[in-house]
């Protein structure tokens, strides 16, 4: 089983940029979706981006401009690099990987243990 780590994570000031990394312990090639999520205090958690295994981007409205996705097969490793960092941006952010027909199941498919972004002056 295919294990998730993410890194990257931290105190950050509005404006600033962090770039988190989603490492597996296996290969992802084979993995359909690579995304990251977040969940702030008292919310529900929330898609924030993926990449498909074939290089395509989709991101949440709320961050669309601002974070970048992108995957190292190579490396087995999933990237969110956040720039122009606003309060409202602060939570816990996982990183999930799933197949096409799981991935509107949360259920299912691989999670990390989250890192925490907090963004304040």
């Known amino acids: 089983q295919v294990q998730l780590v993410e890194s990257g994570g931290g105190l950050v000031q509005p404006g600033g940029s962090l770039r988190l990394s989603c490492a597996a312990s296996g290969s992802i090639f084979t993995i359909d979706r690579m995304g990251w999520y977040r969940q702030a205090p008292g919310k529900q958690r929330e898609l924030v981006a993926f990449i498909t295994s074939g290089g395509v981007e989709n991101y949440a409205d709320s961050v669309k401009g601002r974070f970048t996705i992108s995957r190292d097969n190579a490396k087995n490793t999933v990237y969110l690099q956040m720039n122009s960092l606003k309060s409202e941006d602060t939570a816990i952010y996982y990183c999930?990987?799933?197949?096409?027909?799981?991935?509107?199941?949360?259920?299912?498919?691989?999670w990390g243990q989250g890192t925490q972004v907090t963004v304040s002056s």
């Open positions: 999930r990987g799933a197949s096409y027909s799981t991935w509107s199941r949360p259920e299912f498919g691989l």
